[in-house]
């Protein structure tokens, strides 16, 4: 697929588990049609939303073939490679255009609070040999380094330079980024809670969990804000706060996620140990939140 047509929203999958524990591929398969009967632009596989890290590679293996194969050309597939060591990484990239992947998303080493500089010589070393577009990762609460745009600047030479995934929280990141690196490298929100807010700094789109779980009202979101329907797109924004908000705030989301979709039908299974389960008040906050949004003049 066309690099610079790798735009829009990007829905993150859960990784939903059969009661034996094993993974359902066939309930993934039925969330990627799902979300892609939205219109949403492209699937993140295996990324923290996804539990991508208590896999084991046999599963990430099956999940990105069924995800692409399910996909069948019409989203892109951008696969998250995450390791500590930039071999490591690397060799995950390898295997993810071996899956048939478009793109890989990339975080620095995510132990032993690396200063900015050594966290992108390593993201060179992996971008400078990467065959497939490349999403770079700034999450700064999970990996302790923060990707200033000055610090990403220094990878544009390595031409593997797809994306930024900013997740920083700094409310004029997006265009702060947009002057540094131009044209040349798209900026998707990471940051469910400033979205609309970097779709007014000019980002290239939306990598989102929420995505998952809402994709009909996300990309609608996306598309207000693309063409530049502000008035409707702050009218969403404001019924979309309340349960993004809860999702956000929430340091068992992936829980509450999974368990939102099961009680919704689509049945997830458990977050894997050692992740933290929401507790039944926090669901039934969300799922009320969801009617409340779903039940407005808006959506009906």
Not at 159 to 171: M, P
Not at 211 to 228: I, K, M, N
Not at 251 to 269: C, D, H, M, V, Y
């Amino acid at each position: 697929m066309n690099q610079q047509t790798m735009r829009g929203v990007f829905a993150v999958p859960t990784t939903p588990f059969h009661d034996d524990g094993s993974q359902n591929i066939d309930g993934l398969v039925a969330g990627v049609d799902r979300v892609l009967q939205a219109g949403v632009s492209g699937i993140l596989a295996l990324g923290a939303t996804g539990e991508a890290l208590a896999l084991s590679s046999q599963e990430r293996e099956a999940q990105v073939r069924a995800v692409v194969e399910a996909a069948a050309g019409r989203a892109h597939v951008v696969v998250g490679c995450m390791a500590y060591a930039p071999s490591d990484v690397s060799d995950l990239v390898a295997r993810a255009k071996e899956w048939g992947a478009d793109a890989a998303m990339v975080t620095p080493p995510f132990y032993g609070g690396l200063e900015p500089d050594s966290a992108v010589a390593a993201l060179h070393s992996i971008m400078s040999v990467a065959e497939l577009p490349v999403m770079v990762y700034n999450n700064p609460h999970s990996t302790g380094t923060d990707l200033q745009p000055e610090h990403l600047a220094t990878l544009l030479d390595t031409e593997t330079f797809w994306s930024v995934k900013e997740t920083s929280g700094g409310a004029a990141r997006v265009r702060e980024l947009r002057a540094e690196l131009g044209d040349e490298v798209e900026v998707f929100v990471g940051a469910d809670g400033i979205a609309l807010e970097g779709f007014t700094q000019g980002a290239s789109g939306w990598v989102a969990a929420s995505a998952w779980l809402l994709p009909d009202q996300c990309q609608r979101l996306w598309e207000l804000s693309r063409d530049g329907n502000w008035v409707e797109a702050v009218d969403l924004w404001n019924r979309l706060a309340s349960p993004l908000g809860k999702i956000e705030d929430s340091p068992a989301f992936i829980s509450l996620i999974k368990q939102t979709l099961s009680r919704r039908g689509a049945e997830q299974g458990p977050v894997r140990s050692p992740l933290p389960t929401a507790p039944p008040e926090v669901v039934e906050a969300l799922l009320a939140s969801i009617g409340e949004l779903e039940r407005s003049p808006a959506n009906v």
